[in-house]
């Protein structure tokens, strides 16, 4: 396999994990009767601290390479799983979840990696199938965590049994780590393009680079759309069409398998013919109408031909985002911008699980009215230096500069 493959593989065992767990933590922390402020301190707590963390793993897998951040982030990931599978005291459990958002590099320095071992005309592709990996493991995950807790388990372990699941799958990704990936960035490539001193003014520089801080606006607007829809659509399918808790698993399962077909198949045949920039606008646009069409739906065909929009727009702006971003940015920077992007996002979903879930309290459809006009707003975002931005790809690649 090839090391592409192989770190896709490690990016979708890990994602596994992780879906796995967070449709049960909060059933399992308040098994041991922990309060509401106790569950939502264990939920935030990874966020944030992935939010502090993530340049800084970025930055160092620039200048110590991307395998020993995959490592290290993989390990603690595995750690933090099987503490929670096995405490019940909410101090250790806060401490857990601290660990794996301080070592969560998983996914950005997976990006970097995909970035080191593509060049600029399969740079999408590669994002893109990292985003396949997201929407499997989005669409498996849970399925998975549905049946570990059906098992006829005796006492506490049933639901303790996904968390161990967890930390099993983190622990196989991390033996592939060590065991089949190789340094993507060798040692002589970062004596030669050594990364900026690692410091929060280095990370700004970072983002004064070209074009660099619109994308990374461009990304922080898209998730913070789209988060309203992961935070709300469960208690909206029950508002708005009364379905149980398993209608909503099938239609997140079908959301991500919609996604992970286009980010792993469609994206690939789609950006050689109109390249990034287009697919950003046309994704927007996409994803724009769907969240339209949801604060509309008043039926399951509506709702269907929403989630469609939604799915395949989304699938679309994702890797092409990423995509881009790894095109115009130096080789010695992929890491921190990456980091950068993945701390950015977090804070995006943060304020977006928020305000959507405030806004459902308000009206039902509200929620993915915010997300529209988010959408637009990214859209206009998008218009302004696109133009731009093609044309210093061109002259970048007239000129040979882009990696």
Request: aromatic share 8%; proline share 4%; with cysteine.
């Amino acid at each position: 396999m090839s090391p592409l493959g192989i770190v896709v593989l490690i990016v979708l065992i890990d994602l596994l994990g992780f879906t796995v767990v967070m449709p049960l933590l909060a059933p399992f922390a308040e098994q041991y009767g922990f309060r509401e402020w106790q569950i939502g301190l264990l939920f935030s707590a990874y966020p944030l601290c992935q939010l502090i963390a993530g340049p800084i793993l970025g930055r160092m897998s620039d200048r110590y390479g991307r395998r020993p951040i995959l490592i290290f982030s993989q390990a603690g990931t595995a750690l933090s799983f099987l503490i929670l599978g096995l405490s019940r005291n909410f101090t250790v459990m806060l401490l857990a979840r601290m660990l794996d958002g301080a070592s969560g590099g998983n996914i950005l320095v997976a990006q970097a990696y995909v970035a080191d071992v593509t060049t600029p005309e399969n740079r999408s592709r590669g994002m893109g199938l990292i985003g396949m990996a997201f929407g499997l493991g989005f669409v498996m995950g849970p399925l998975l965590g549905g049946v570990l807790v059906s098992l006829p388990i005796a006492g506490d372990w049933r639901l303790r049994l996904p968390f161990l699941a967890a930390a099993g799958f983190s622990t196989l990704a991390w033996i592939l780590v060590l065991a089949r990936l190789p340094e993507s960035r060798p040692m002589e490539a970062r004596d030669r393009e050594a990364a900026r001193v690692l410091s929060w003014r280095g990370l700004v520089d970072t983002m004064t680079l070209p074009e660099i801080g619109q994308l990374m606006l461009l990304g922080f607007l898209s998730v913070l759309a789209f988060a309203a829809l992961e935070g709300t659509l469960s208690l909206y399918l029950r508002r708005r069409m009364d379905w149980n808790a398993r209608s909503a698993a099938f239609v997140f399962a079908g959301l991500g398998l919609l996604s992970a077909l286009v980010q792993g198949g469609l994206i690939r045949r789609l950006v050689p013919r109109f390249g990034e920039p287009r697919l950003i606008g046309a994704g927007i646009a996409i994803v724009a109408l769907g969240f339209a069409g949801l604060a509309l739906a008043s039926g399951a065909l509506e709702l269907a031909g929403a989630i469609v929009l939604v799915g395949v727009g989304h699938g679309l702006v994702g890797p092409s985002v990423s995509g881009l971003l790894s095109r115009i940015t130096p080789a010695s920077e992929q890491g921190a911008v990456f980091g950068t992007l993945s701390s950015a996002q977090t804070l995006a979903r943060m304020i977006s699980y928020s305000t959507a879930n405030l806004l459902l309290g308000r009206a039902t459809a509200a929620p993915y009215w915010f997300g529209f006009g988010v959408y637009l707003a990214a859209g206009l975002t998008a218009m302004r230096f696109m133009t731009h931005l093609r044309l210093h790809l061109e002259k970048s690649q007239q000129a040979g500069t882009t990696r």
